[in-house]
């Protein structure tokens, strides 16, 4: 069987390409063996050539100016030199110049030559491959950023789209909720019936969920929408902590749970845009109230010295989450109670959170037993808080 030429071997001596021809005969690459110079150059044109070896004493051409050429023609063809001692520095520099790959001592051990030649048609293999994945990686990537692109006009589309049909809704649904105040708070004049009146709350506990839901939706949106341009400026984490508890402990206490705030004096001030971060915390405090029967609620904050971060805990006695719902609860529309057991809500508040979190750069999970409360924690990095040792 024929094999293809692998190697190509240019020397000015016959005896030495018959000698070589001999003891490559059994090795599995072809070898291709001139006297002249533009033959091997036709020879590498023709076929795919993966080693040139040349040697440097020829009376036309030097070897190094062969090789040279070979490198302009195909530069990927790995190119060795066969040398007399006299000619090592040339070798050297030839190297150095990057026109050579190795050479080779005349007269040569014949096993080393075969181990020089393998290893020489390996790394020509390797490098072919690499490049070839190199480019496959390329491609890819050109791929992947175009699909890319194309999923971002989508979320983009879909965000205006959720925009302004939510815009759209609200509009009607508030002089609808107009409407059942007005009426409700004329009842006496219009003397409505209790049955009429019970329609008339039912209707108007609707309304307000529809708003509820419709608000929760824009809000939602509207973060992905204002990624980078939500203002933020330095705020203290505990007023904020303060405030949403003035808020919260009243409705706690009817529910006849107590309500606990443990601040830590050493947190300050936080990157943050106040407002989310309230509305970030309210809706924490908002579920533990919600989801808590008996016992207590507390908000906690605690500097991390060791990762530079603020952290701030709610934590409920309330009947908890189980372990296998709680890496879903972050997503839209979760709610883990049967829908006829549900509080209210639509399942949008911890969703809403999340993306509060991700835009200020912190992190937010769940610690929970089911039946024994849960905790919900987020952090916020302290700013330049590594820089200063906090
Ligand atoms: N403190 C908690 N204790 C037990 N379960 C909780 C607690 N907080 C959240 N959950 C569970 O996670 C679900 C999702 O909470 P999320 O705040 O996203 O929605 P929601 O409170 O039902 O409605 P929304 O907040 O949109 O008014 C809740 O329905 C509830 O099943
Ligand atoms: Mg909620």
């Known amino acids: 069987m024929n094999k293809e030429t692998s190697i190509v ?14 003891a490559f005969r059994e090795e599995s690459f072809g070898l291709f063996t001139t006297t002249q110079p533009e033959e091997a150059l036709q020879v590498l044109q023709r076929e795919n050539v993966k080693v040139v070896i040349s040697d440097q004493k020829m009376p036309r051409i030097g070897g190094v100016e062969f090789l040279k050429k070979v490198k302009e023609m195909k530069p990927d063809i790995l190119r060795i030199l066969f ?4 000619d090592i520095q040339i ?13 080779i001592h005349k007269p040569w051990n014949e096993e080393e030559l075969k181990a020089t030649l393998r290893d020489a048609l390996l790394n020509f293999d390797l490098t072919l491959e690499n490049k070839r994945l190199f480019e496959l990686t390329q491609k890819q990537n050109q791929e992947l950023e175009l699909k890319n692109q194309q999923l971002q006009a989508l979320i983009d589309k879909q965000i205006a789209f959720t925009t302004t049909v939510s815009h759209e ?12 105040d007005m009426i409700t708070s004329r009842n006496l004049s219009m003397k ?7 329609y008339l709350n039912i209707a108007k506990n609707n309304i307000d969920r529809l708003r509820r839901l419709v608000n929760d939706i824009l809000d939602l949106s509207k973060l992905k929408a204002v990624q980078e341009t939500l203002p933020m400026a330095e705020h203290s984490m505990n007023e904020i902590i303060r405030e949403v508890a003035a808020i919260h402990k009243p409705q706690a206490e009817i529910k006849g749970l107590k309500f606990k705030v ?19 915390l309210n809706n924490l405090v908002n579920n533990a109230v919600k989801f808590t029967e008996d016992g207590s ?20 006695t309330g009947q908890g989450i189980a372990a296998q719902d709680q890496p879903k609860l972050f997503q839209k529309f979760q709610q883990l109670c049967e829908p006829k057991e549900r509080v209210g809500g639509t399942g949008l508040g911890l969703a809403i959170c ?13 610690e929970s037993d089911k039946g024994k409360g849960c905790a919900f924690l987020f952090d916020l990095p302290v700013p330049g808080g590594k820089e200063a040792g906090i």
Request: include cysteine.
């Open 9 to 22: 071997i240019l020397d000015d001596e016959i005896n030495i390409l018959h000698s070589l021809t001999r």
């Open 297 to 316: 609620i507390t908000v906690s904050s605690r500097l991390r010295r060791d990762d530079h971060c603020v952290e701030v805990c709610v934590q409920d």
């Open 354 to 366: 999340k993306e509060i979190v991700t835009q200020h750069s912190g992190r937010i999970w769940v």
């Open 169 to 180: 809704l609200r509009t009607p649904l508030s002089s609808m909720k107009m409407a059942m």
């Open 192 to 198: 409505l019936t209790a049955e009429e009146i019970q």
């Open 83 to 86: 040398t007399g001692y006299a």
């Open 262 to 280: 443990k601040l830590d004096e050493s947190v300050g001030n936080v990157l943050m845009n106040p407002d989310k971060i309230n509305q970030l």
């Open 91 to 103: 070798a050297e520099d030839a190297i150095n110049q990057g026109s050579v790959y190795r050479f």
